[in-house]
Nanobody
């Protein structure tokens, strides 16, 4: 059974940075299109960025230039580098496969506030 464990969230001031990690166990992620999602308070979960097996990436338009998704297949790990964070980035962040999601992890809380 696949288990996704997200970490790296926290409280950060506007303009700050965080690096999120997602470690998978039970399945090799290298053959899948993977993504980072987020769910702001009171809103639906949305796709933030995705990364294909060849390393090509796509981002939510409003996040281009601030967020960077990457993957290290040898570590079976997905990363999300987030810079210039703003209060509207506050959300629980999750990683998952895009096509047919694995069981969702617990996510990691990111709170951007002064």
């Amino acid at each position: 059974q696949v288990q996704l464990v997200e970490s790296g969230g926290g409280l950060v001031q506007p303009g700050g940075s965080l690096r999120l990690s997602c470690v998978a166990s039970g399945r090799d992620l290298s053959g899948f299109l993977m993504g980072w999602f987020r769910q702001p308070p009171g809103k639906r979960r949305e796709l933030v960025a995705d990364i294909a097996t060849d390393g090509s990436t796509n981002y939510k338009d409003s996040l281009k230039g601030r967020f960077t998704i990457s993957r290290v297949n040898a570590e079976n790990t997905l990363y999300l580098q987030m810079n210039s964070l703003q209060p509207e980035d506050t959300a629980v962040y999750y990683c998952n496969r895009l096509a047919i999601p694995f069981p969702w992890g617990q996510g990691t809380q990111v709170t951007v506030s002064s």
